[in-house]
């Protein structure tokens, strides 16, 4: 399997929450809800595809 895709969306979504919250005091307040949530939604998402890649290459040994 290819993790290619997994590996790179994993580190965008990281580094966007990170950006968030080294940058939050300059983001517009009306931005920073939805902006927070999405950063929140990609994380989420990024640790279940990190928990999933573990647990299929344990099968895969």
Not at 17 to 40: E, F, N, Q, Y
Not at 44 to 51: E, K, P, S
């Amino acid at each position: 399997m290819d993790t290619t895709a997994i590996v790179i969306f994993v580190i965008l979504a990281f580094s966007l929450g990170l950006v968030l919250i080294m940058k939050r005091d300059s983001i517009p307040p009306s931005l920073r809800r939805g902006m927070a949530l999405t950063a929140i939604a990609l994380i989420a998402f990024a640790f279940f595809l990190i928990v999933y890649s573990l647990l299929n290459f344990g099968r895969m040994q």
